[in-house]
């Protein structure tokens, strides 16, 4: 072997491995770092010295944590539900086969395009009841309207799901719409010689059919929800007080502003389990179908 | 319900969600040009008396940000700085990555592959001191050059996914025929593969390109003051709402801040929605 083709050999290995090394070792090491300090004494350094559950016993009992889990759940099943709604909703009106569908499409879809820093800081706006819709519908003369939800401890974390849905409804649709256009023709023809009726079409036929295109948008939605940040930064900057906390920003809060960085990671921990929770279970689902498609052809 | 008023009641339905979803876009264009004194009479939601186009140049050039008066034009150019070199290199890389992982297959590419999937899945939370010791070891905090480190290394595992899903419907006979000419994995990369990839290049591009330029957490933890993107500045410029709001200038901060992403929303919106719907279903 010439030393020009030992070369040719050697040169895609040395092109092909780095990226892959790097993109795995950052999971996998960066995964396993937080992990294990979230088990040991680190508060403002890291400190490896072993401390068992400890981090997650007190994080579990701080009042942030408790009432950012709660926000959580109100906030995830709101959003997912009202998101998974308005996209079945405007997919559905969409397939009527509506003029400048894509019009419609385009401007249902485009608050996806913008950051949820841009979003919560103008729904902030919005929904300042000095300045915001509020402040309209006084101006027009109904001096009684009250919509303060933002300022009102009971009901700011709707504020973020308004935001929520608002952002990720087009997202929804574009799913849902590519999901009702692949019931099949056959399916669609033969309910409609039976003679039924638009709604029960719907119903009984296109989605029945739709099921995994539901779940997926349900695990990616849930995803988002579980992940939101800075769009809670943005709206309500957590408040207030701490009325639309979420865990994202108690991690946070206790890695930096506190000083807590075991505490901290047993945050982000458990913020990674309840990702796992929904996602794991969806692979598995994935996988049982695939297989059973492949049974099946 | 007689046909046509069906229809009417589709495309009523339809035209009011339609505005209703376009409020908060008009919203900010609207004041984006108002001054703040017309905003505070009335409201945030109305038609400006006089146009005042002075709201962008004094918000792109003086407008004070945390007790820095240059506007948000430093951390626009940071933005574009941090996300064109991050949104490239990350695409090459993912190319290539995901041209071996799908065509040069070898022992364990599954796990490879399963690996990286992981990193799309990850939350930000479960990154972030690793990256502080790694940056600081680097010598890269508090640095655009860090910014784009951690772009490029995080968008791996997205351009990785997307370029393999892609490349795995590339017929392998395609790639036989081309070893027996003898062609080696650079002249099938470049001759085959590449001509063939112009349709997820666009779709890898616009993905990483709103994804970094919307990124929010990195951007806050790992710069501070001049060094950070416009996010970022975005939240630093609210934060002072409390003292004396400035809605028509920060609407129009706003508005640029939002710019390039709609821009590219505009004009590539087919792309767009590809990989948001390819990287949720598969």
Redesign the interface.
């Known amino acids: 072997m010439t030393g020009r083709e030992r070369w040719?050999r050697i040169?895609?290995h040395l092109?092909?491995w780095p990226?892959?090394l790097?993109?795995?070792a950052?999971?996998?090491?960066?995964?396993a770092?937080?992990i294990w300090?979230s088990f040991t004494r680190s508060t403002l350094l890291?400190d490896y010295r072993w401390s068992g559950f400890r981090n997650y016993t007190s994080m579990l009992a701080t009042r942030n944590w408790q009432i950012a889990s709660t926000n959580l759940l109100i906030y995830g099943t709101c959003f997912v539900v009202l998101t998974m709604v308005m996209g079945l909703l405007?997919a559905v009106?969409?397939d009527?086969c509506?003029r400048a569908e894509n019009l419609?499409r385009?401007?249902?879809?485009?608050?996806?395009?913008?950051?949820?820093?841009?979003?919560g800081?103008?729904?902030?706006?919005?929904l300042?009841p000095s300045?915001?819709?509020q402040?309209?519908v006084h101006?027009l003369g109904w001096a009684g309207f009250r919509f303060d939800w933002v300022i009102d401890r009971n009901k700011a974390i709707y504020c973020v799901v308004i935001a929520g849905v608002?952002q990720a409804s087009?997202?929804a649709m574009?799913?849902f719409l590519?999901g009702l256009r692949s019931v099949e023709a056959d399916l669609l023809k033969a309910a409609q010689i039976d003679g039924a009726g638009a709604w029960r079409l719907y119903r009984r036929v296109v989605f029945p059919s739709m099921g995994p295109i539901f779940i997926?948008?349900m695990v990616?939605l849930l995803?988002f929800a579980?992940?939101t940040?800075?769009l809670v930064?943005?709206l309500t900057g957590g408040g207030p007080g701490l009325a639309t906390t979420v865990p994202?920003i108690v991690?946070?809060d206790f890695?930096?502003q506190r000083g807590e960085?075991g505490r901290?990671?047993a945050?982000?921990?458990m913020?990674?389990a309840s990702?796992a929770v929904v996602?794991v279970p969806y692979a598995l689902y994935r996988r049982w179908r695939a297989r059973r498609e492949a049974a099946h052809a | 319900m007689p046909r046509h008023l069906a229809?009417a009641t589709?495309?009523f339905?339809?035209v009011l969600?339609?505005v209703a979803?376009?409020?908060?876009?008009a919203?900010?264009a609207l004041n984006s040009v108002r001054s703040t004194e017309d905003?505070?009479q009335?409201?945030?939601?109305?038609l400006p008396r006089t146009l005042v186009w002075a709201n962008f140049s004094r918000t792109w050039s003086s407008y004070c940000i945390a007790e820095h008066c240059a506007g948000i034009r430093p951390y626009f150019l940071n933005s574009l700085e941090m996300t064109i070199p991050a949104t490239i290199v990350s695409t090459l890389?993912g190319t290539?990555?995901g041209y071996?992982?799908a065509l040069?297959r070898f022992r364990g590419d599954v796990w490879?592959f399963g690996?990286?999937t992981?990193?799309v899945?990850?939350?930000?939370?479960?990154?972030?001191?690793?990256?502080v010791?790694v940056l600081r070891d680097l010598g890269l905090f508090n640095t655009i050059e860090g910014l784009v480190l951690i772009h490029i290394?995080?968008g791996?595992?997205f351009t990785?996914l997307f370029c393999r899903n892609y490349y795995t419907s590339i017929p392998i006979d395609l790639l036989k025929a081309a070893r027996i000419d003898g062609a080696?994995?650079?002249r099938i990369f470049w001759r085959i593969i590449l001509p063939l990839s112009p349709p997820i290049l666009i779709v890898t591009v616009i993905w990483q390109f709103?994804g970094i330029?919307?990124?929010?957490?990195y951007g806050v933890?790992f710069s501070a003051g001049e060094q950070q993107p416009i996010?970022a500045a975005?939240?630093a410029l609210?934060a002072h709402v409390s003292e004396a709001?400035n809605?028509g200038e920060?609407s129009a901060a706003?508005l640029l801040?939002?710019a390039p992403?709609?821009l590219?929303?505009l004009f590539g919106?087919r792309y767009?929605?590809r990989g948001?719907?390819s990287g949720?279903?598969k």
Do not use: H
Not at chain 2, 121 to 131: A, D, G, R, T
């Open positions: 040719s040169l895609p092109v092909i990226p892959i790097v993109s795995c950052y999971a996998l090491v960066f995964s770092w937080t300090v890291p405007l009106l969409i009527q509506v419609f385009a401007v249902f879809l485009y608050p996806m395009a913008v950051s949820f820093v841009v979003t800081t103008v729904w902030g706006w919005l300042n300045i915001g819709i402040k309209l101006d608002w087009g997202f574009a799913l590519a997926a948008v990616m995803q579980i992940k940040y800075d930064v943005a994202t991690v946070y890695m930096f960085l901290g990671s945050a982000a921990v913020l990674l990702l996602l | 229809r589709i495309y339905v339809l969600l339609a979803y376009l409020v908060p876009l919203v900010v905003i505070l009335t409201s945030l939601i109305g890389l290539l990555n071996s992982l040069w490879v690996v990286i992981l990193g899945f990850l939350p930000e939370q479960m990154k972030l001191v690793p990256w010791i290394v995080q791996l595992s990785t080696g994995f650079f709103t330029w919307n990124e929010y957490l933890t996010t975005l939240i609210s709001p809605y920060q706003v801040a939002a992403t709609l590219v929303y919106g767009f929605l948001l719907t949720a279903v």
